[in-house]
């Protein structure tokens, strides 16, 4: 199965700093890979998807942005923080094909804001 | 669209109660996922339901699949306290409920 290994675990920023949050994927080649944001209590939006290196899709309009510069490395970046960008932040993976593999999760970034 | 609704969104139950969240879809769904997510945690695979009207079990777990593969429903009978998180139906990576959260109390 996959592993996917996230970091940090959690990460407090002030406004207007820079953001880099890291996912890397074990067990697998060429997986779709996701970053979802979770606001306390509430569901999983989907930020960010990819199907290959350099290939992203933008799910929200936001103020983050996101990259794949290698087949199991995804990262998300901000330039700017800002207070709204708090949550719970989790990339996922799954192997390339058909939409019936299920999601492996990371254990996810608790990202704060102040 | 294709969203799909989750009900009810919190639930609290006495251990040893039975427990019932739902997912519903105004679209047919090619098929439903469902993810369980521990206080702290990240959300885990639970089962994934492919054929309309199937039933699968997993323990004291009941997954459903509506004959018109336009809901599914999870029931937990005689919850523990070990069951206590957020139960989310996906239909793709794509599109999650927002999910149940069930709470027991011992």
């Known amino acids: 199965s996959q592993t996917i290994h996230q970091w940090p675990a959690t990460l407090v920023q002030p406004v207007g700093s820079p953001l880099s949050l890291e996912c890397t994927v074990e067990?697998?080649?060429?997986?779709?890979l996701y970053w979802y944001r979770q606001a306390a209590g509430r569901g999983l939006q989907l930020l960010f998807y990819s199907v290959g290196i350099g290939q992203i899709s933008s799910e929200v309009p936001q103020n983050l942005s996101a990259s794949r510069p290698q087949d199991r490395q995804f990262i998300l970046s901000s330039k700017k923080l800002l207070l709204s960008d708090s949550g719970f932040y989790l990339c996922a993976s799954r192997g390339a094909g058909t939409t019936n593999e299920k999601l492996f999760f990371g254990s996810g970034t608790q990202l704060s804001v102040l | 669209g294709q969203q799909v609704m989750q009900i009810p969104q919190y639930q609290h139950v006495q251990e040893g109660e039975d427990f019932t969240t739902y997912c519903n879809s105004s679209?047919?769904?090619?098929?439903i996922q469902w993810y369980k997510q521990r206080p702290g945690g990240h959300p885990v695979f639970l089962i994934q339901l492919v054929k309309s009207g199937e039933v699968k079990k997993q323990k004291r777990l009941t997954f459903q699949f509506g004959e018109a593969k336009k809901n599914s429903s999870l029931h937990i009978t005689a919850t523990q306290t070990t069951d206590v998180g957020t139960y989310f139906c996906a239909r793709t990576a794509l599109i999650f409920g927002k999910g149940t959260t069930l709470s027991v109390s011992s």
């Open positions: 067990g697998t080649s060429n997986p779709n």
């Open positions: 679209t047919t769904l090619s098929n």
